[in-house]
Nanobody
Framework: VQLQAYGGGLVQAGGSLRLSCAAS????????MAWFRQAPGKEREAVAR????????YYADSVKGRFTISRDNAKNTVYLQMNSLKPEDTAVYYC???????????????WGQGTLVTVSS
């Protein structure tokens, strides 16, 4: 499956952005979808994950209550709504897909190209 992430940009602290990730396959519903991020000089870290049906989600502690992951299987798209953004949220955000659920980057076989989110203070 090919993934195309978009929606990043420059936003002031406290602002909001919505990232989208469109998948190329109509079998989108068989994939667990996740968002990861990587800040300069840091390792890639998990941000959020959503089950195939969309009923189950996971969030990193650092984004709980501020970010919401969702998916529309009819549109082959996963979203990440980011509210109350902080400068420490600045990173390249990647969407990832895999038929099996996982918490680590190595658990995902398919990746989007990344979209840069910059939060100014």
């Amino acid at each position: 499956v090919q993934l195309q992430a978009y929606g990043g940009g420059l936003v002031q602290a406290g602002g909001s952005l919505r990232l989208s990730c469109a998948a190329s396959e109509r079998t989108f519903g068989v994939y667990v979808m996740a968002w990861f991020r990587q800040a300069p000089g840091k390792e890639r870290e998990a941000v959020a994950r959503i089950s195939r049906s969309g009923f189950s989600t996971y969030y990193a502690d650092s984004v709980k209550g501020r970010f919401t992951i969702s998916r529309d299987n009819a549109k082959n798209t996963v979203y990440l709504q980011m509210n109350s953004l902080k400068p420490e949220d600045t990173a390249v955000y990647y969407c990832a897909a895999d038929p099996r659920a996982g918490a680590l980057p190595n658990d995902y076989g398919y990746w989007g190209q990344g979209t840069l989110v910059t939060v100014s203070s």
